[in-house]
Structure formats: structure tokens, C-alpha cells
């Protein structure tokens, strides 16, 4: 089946930098919009950021100008580097993705999540 995995959390001082992965595996027809998503303890998931197959990104306004999405369409992969990390952006991070599965002969688009990677910021 189809499965999302991410790589690149751990524990880094205020004012540091992390580089999140997420790679898509399994029978996918096509990747869509990928994105990053993220729930510190006792909040609601909140989105980071999203980016389109053709590369138009999207992101939170408490990242913008430190966060910044970016995807390989040939390895299905989506990367968020982070840089200027501050304690409120302690959290585990999700990477979500639209993907296309060929069922028979009908293509069908799920969201796909990932297991989560956890992100601490603190010093």
C-alpha cells in the first residue's frame, strides 16, 4: 500500500536549523499537493505548509521567511527546511499528500499520512 515516511526530527537549540523528509512509496499513479502539517501537545494539527506538483507553495504565516517546502517529483519526496527554529515550533510534524491509486482501470486520489517525526526545539 501506499505509505509516507518521515525523516530529519530531533531535538535542536532556539535559533537552529532542521531538514524534515518525507518520501512517498507503493502503486502510486501520481502525487499531488504534498504538505507538511503539525500538532504541538494539547493543539489542534495545524497546517505548515503545502506545495502543488507544479510548485506553488503555501505556508503558515508564524514560518514565513524561516520555513521553506520543497518536493522532487521524481523520488516523491517533499522536504521542509527549517531554519531559525524558536521553542513554539516544538511539535511532531506530518507529512500529508494527495495521492492517485489505479484501481482496475478507475484512478482514485486519497490523502495519505505519515507517522509523524518529532521536532523539539529548547535549550
Known amino acids: 500500500q501506499v505509505q509516507l515516511v518521515e525523516s530529519g526530527g530531533g531535538l535542536v537549540q532556539p535559533g537552529g536549523s532542521l531538514r524534515l523528509s518525507c518520501a512517498a512509496s507503493?502503486?502510486?499513479?501520481?502525487?499531488?499537493?504534498m504538505g507538511w502539517y503539525r500538532q504541538a501537545p494539547g493543539k489542534q494539527r495545524e497546517l505548515v505548509a503545502s506545495i502543488t506538483r507544479g510548485g506553488n507553495t503555501n505556508c503558515a504565516d508564524s514560518v514565513k521567511g524561516r520555513f521553506t517546502i520543497s518536493r522532487d517529483n521524481a523520488k516523491n519526496t517533499v522536504y521542509l527546511q527549517m531554519n531559525s527554529l524558536k521553542p513554539e515550533d516544538t511539535a511532531v510534524y506530518y507529512c500529508?499528500?494527495?495521492?492517485?491509486?489505479?484501481?482496475?482501470?478507475?484512478?482514485?486520489?486519497?490523502?495519505?499520512w505519515g507517522q509523524g517525526t518529532p521536532v523539539t526545539v529548547s535549550s
Open positions: 507503493g502503486p502510486i499513479f501520481r502525487i499531488y499537493t
Open positions: 500529508n499528500a494527495n495521492i492517485s491509486t489505479v484501481v482496475g482501470a478507475v484512478v482514485i486520489v486519497n490523502a495519505y
